[in-house]
C-alpha cells in the first residue's frame, strides 16, 4: 500500500508561503512538492475552500495564506484534505465468510479506530504557529552555529 503524504506536503508548503511575501504560483509549490501543478490546484482548491488560502489570478497572481497560524491545526487541514487514509496497513478482507478472518479482522479493526482517534485528537492539538515557530527556532540554531563554526576557523 502506497502511502499517502499530501498532509506533510502540504503543511511543507503552508510554511514556505507564509515565509513569502507576495503569491506564490501553483508552478513554485509544485517543485516545492514534487509533484505536477495540477495535483497543487486540486490541493490548493479544497484548502481555498476552507479558507485557509486564498488564489489571485492573473500576472503575479497565486496562491496566499489566509489564515491565522495560530487558529489552524492539522486537524484543520487534515478535514480540507478530504481526511486521507492515517493508516497504511489493514484488513485482510480474502475470504469473509472465514471465522478466523472475521475475528483477526474485529480485533484489528478495533485497534485501527482507536489508532486513528488519538492520531486526530493528537493532530487538534498542534497549531500551524506551533510548526512555524519550530522552524523559526531551527533557523536561528543553524544561524548561529554556522556563525559559531565560521569564527572557529577564523580563530584557528
Not at 510554511?15 to 497543487?40: F, I, K, Q, W, Y
Request: proline fraction near 3%; include cysteine; hydrophobic fraction near 40%.
Amino acid at each position: 500500500m502506497r502511502c499517502d503524504s499530501r498532509l506533510s506536503g502540504v503543511l511543507h508548503v503552508l510554511l514556505h508561503m507564509a515565509e513569502h511575501d507576495g503569491p506564490s504560483t501553483s508552478e513554485t509549490l509544485a517543485r516545492a512538492m514534487e509533484t505536477n501543478p495540477v495535483v497543487v490546484r486540486r490541493v490548493m482548491a479544497g484548502l481555498r475552500e476552507a479558507g485557509y488560502v486564498r488564489s489571485e489570478k492573473g500576472h503575479g497572481g497565486g496562491w496566499r495564506i489566509a489564515c491565522d497560524f495560530s487558529a489552524v491545526t492539522l486537524r484543520d487541514i487534515y478535514d480540507a484534505l478530504d481526511r486521507p487514509s492515517l493508516l497504511a496497513i489493514g484488513n485482510r478482507s480474502d475470504e469473509p465468510e472465514c471465522l478466523v478472518e472475521q475475528a483477526v479482522n474485529r480485533a484489528l479493526g478495533k485497534v485501527f479506530d482507536e489508532a486513528e482517534a488519538l492520531l486526530l485528537e493528537r493532530f487538534g492539538a498542534v497549531t500551524l504557529q506551533m510548526l512555524s515557530d519550530d522552524f523559526h527556532k531551527s533557523m536561528r540554531a543553524r544561524r548561529k552555529s554556522t556563525h559559531s563554526k565560521g569564527m572557529h576557523s577564523h580563530d584557528a
